[in-house]
């Protein structure tokens, strides 16, 4: 009999695809079940973004409110200074922050660039933070570079199942995203890689993307679920909601075939009730952005997430990977 817990590299589309079509209190108790075989479920790990440098994005991703190709309300501004990024990590941190993530809208990473950039982790890491970026694609010794600076992660999303992906961005594929994972894994970074749901996409897309996330060599350490933020002026600015049982058992699967990955309810929980929530963190999430504010979007504030926490009787991750 094959235990449930255990990681699996091999599962099929078919497979994945079955798990959503369980009932959906089946599935969450199948989920809760081998999340408790891995971790603490009354603990979440708790992440704060920072846009280091907003906007005027080459890529043409669909759901972006920073890509050039499209005209939205978000302001484009020049990277920031290092000792801005680290002042704002310092915050973070005050607020009950665990981990520190850095996002540019690049479509790559530049290596003049690479000095300031590397000053933030340092500057952040020696605050006591994990820290986290996202800068776009990395060649292999960039990703090593950002190691020696004192990255602990690095994130970067297939967004959705291959099927789907070409309906979403077309300006890089799936093969340049699986690359960089690439680059970030041989450089000793641990990984943060996942998705959104809400673009359009069918059950068996959202069942590709979790056989992807399966299938590479090592299951992400992070693995963030992004319900859609739907940004005014891109193409998906009109997307319909997805229902909220609906992405509860996409958490859930996404448990269940990466059962030691940390699962992030991700983007979205502005619009989402706390019962929904919960039902998420039961679901087998248990890690969050806190603090107020995504990328360019809103994020419920602090004392909304503290007394949400408080209330489910749930706390802050014990620190057991990177050194803090
Ligand atoms: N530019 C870099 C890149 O794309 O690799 C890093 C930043 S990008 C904003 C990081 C991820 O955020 C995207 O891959 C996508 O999964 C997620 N994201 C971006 N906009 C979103 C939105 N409106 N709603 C939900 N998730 C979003
Ligand atoms: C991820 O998967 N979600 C984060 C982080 N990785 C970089 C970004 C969410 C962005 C939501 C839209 C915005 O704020 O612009
Ligand atoms: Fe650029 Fe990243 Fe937005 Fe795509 S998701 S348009 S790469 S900032």
Known sequence: MIDPAQPRHDWTVEEVEALFEL???????????????????????????????????????????????????????????????????????????QR????????DMKDRDMPKVAAMISGVKALGLETCA???????????????AGLDYYNHNLDTGPEYYDKVVTTRTYQDRLDTLEAVRDAGLSTCCGGIVGMGETRRDRAGLLQQLAALPAHPDSLPINDLMPIPGTPLGGAAPVD???????????????????????????????ELQALCFLAGANSIFVGGKLLTTSNPDQDTDAALLADLGMRPMTMKKAAV
Request: some cysteine.
């Open 23 to 97: 009932p959906f209190t089946e599935l969450v108790f199948r989920a809760a079940d081998v999340h408790r075989r891995w971790f603490d479920p009354t603990e979440v790990q708790l992440s704060q973004l920072l846009s280091v440098k907003t906007g005027g994005c080459a890529e043409n991703c669909g759901y972006c409110s920073q890509s050039a190709h499209f005209k939205t309300n978000t302001p484009a501004s020049k990277l920031m200074e290092a000792d801005v990024v680290i002042a704002a990590a310092k915050q973070a941190k005050e607020g009950g922050a």
């Open 100 to 107: 520190f993530c850095m996002g540019a809208a690049w479509r």
């Open 134 to 148: 996202t800068l776009g694609m990395l060649k292999p010794e960039q990703a090593k570079a950002l190691k020696d």
């Open 244 to 274: 909220g049982l609906e992405f509860v058992r996409m958490i859930a699967v996404a448990r269940l075939v990466c059962p030691k990955s940390v699962v992030r309810l991700s983007a979205g929980r502005e619009h989402m009730s706390r």
